[in-house]
């Protein structure tokens, strides 16, 4: 019996193609060529930064290269749309964030869905946050923040790293949970919105606490309290905001994740090696000079964070009425 042309090719292919899907659907052998990291953000950001540590340490104890790939733009959006579209073979990650969370209910409209379409590998690093004030408001802690901003309703302006970014939410979690109103500014990042917060053009910044610390300590910005729910190792002196506004909780955290159906030893055996790489002390050390502390977990335990933190910015963005710049 004679098989149709365009029947033997496919079957033909079927059978070429076997061999190389086991090969990449097993751990066995990864990484085979080098692999790439997506970072949705611009170079130089805490996304990059962490990207580039970690895929260094990678790259050291596995012999290929994992070379981060800076895919800026739309808060994100468009670095992550290449990821969940790439071939899920584990040669394409993506360093998740905040605004992964934050997005899928600021953006109307995505071309994917982030949960459904990524599988979350092992998170890397949590990063507090801090309130800082210009000088000139006379508020020393965060009842007095609170008492001033309730008696200037409009009149106290809030700067962020921009619409849905991570201190952008942070101000607003405060500004729900304390019953503020604080007028917000965004900007292109958070060096400007410091710029403008030094110069008193605005008035507070929930601000990542890398590069802050010096205007803490040399008293040109004065820090209140981290938002983290305990003390952080950066800044052990300040309360966290918990302490005075109950159950207020938020943090940059970054991790990795990969496209859905990526064969799960892969998945399993990036996550042990992240796991390792955070919990070494030379490792540590360098998280530590950018203010965070370590996430370690399972790849479960980090899919239930990216899940909580989805449905806790859901809330804000519709009470907020937040929209994409």
């Known amino acids: 019996m004679k098989l149709h042309r365009r029947k ?19 751990a066995d052998d990864y990484p085979a060529r080098p692999v790439r990291i ?14 580039r540590l970690i895929g260094q340490w990678l790259t050291e104890h596995l012999g290929q290269s994992f070379v981060t790939e800076n895919r800026a733009g739309a ?4 670095g992550t749309e290449a990821v969940v579209t790439a071939a899920p073979d584990g040669y394409t990650l993506l360093l998740a964030t905040v605004p992964n969370a934050v997005n899928a209910s600021l953006y109307e409209k995505l ?3 982030f949960i459904r379409d990524i599988v979350p590998v092992a998170g890397i690093i949590r990063v507090p946050m801090v309130i800082l004030l210009n000088p000139s408001v006379p508020a020393t802690n965060v009842p007095e923040f609170i008492s001033y901003a309730k008696a200037n309703p409009g009149k106290v302006n809030m700067a962020s790293a921009g619409n849905g970014s991570a201190p952008h939410m942070a101000g607003e979690l405060f500004k729900m949970m304390a019953g503020v109103n604080l007028v917000h500014v965004p900007y292109r990042g958070q060096g ?4 403008d917060l030094l110069g008193g053009e605005v008035q507070v910044l929930f601000a990542t606490a890398p590069g802050t610390t010096d205007y803490i300590r040399t008293g040109k910005l004065r820090a209140l309290a981290v938002t983290s729910a305990a003390r952080a190792e950066v800044l052990p002196e300040l309360p966290p905001v918990g302490d005075f506004v109950p159950g207020y909780e938020t943090s940059q955290w970054y991790g990795m994740c990969a496209p859905k159906k990526t064969p799960q030893d892969i998945v399993d055996r990036l996550n042990k090696e992240i796991n390792t790489a955070i919990a070494e002390p030379a490792m540590k050390a360098r998280l530590a000079a950018l203010g965070g502390e370590p996430l370690p977990g399972s790849p479960a ?12 910015w859901a809330r804000v963005v519709r ?4 929209k994409p710049e």
């Open 8 to 26: 033997f090719l496919e079957l033909a292919g079927a059978v070429a193609a076997a061999p190389a899907f086991a090969q990449f659907a097993s």
């Open 38 to 51: 997506v970072a949705g953000f611009a170079a130089g950001g805490g996304v990059d930064i962490t990207a």
């Open 75 to 78: 808060g994100g959006n468009i």
């Open 111 to 113: 071309n994917f869905n």
């Open 192 to 195: 400007p919105a410091l710029t």
């Open 301 to 312: 335990e980090f899919g239930k964070l990216i899940a909580e933190e989805t449905e806790k």
């Open 319 to 322: 009470a907020a009425g937040i």
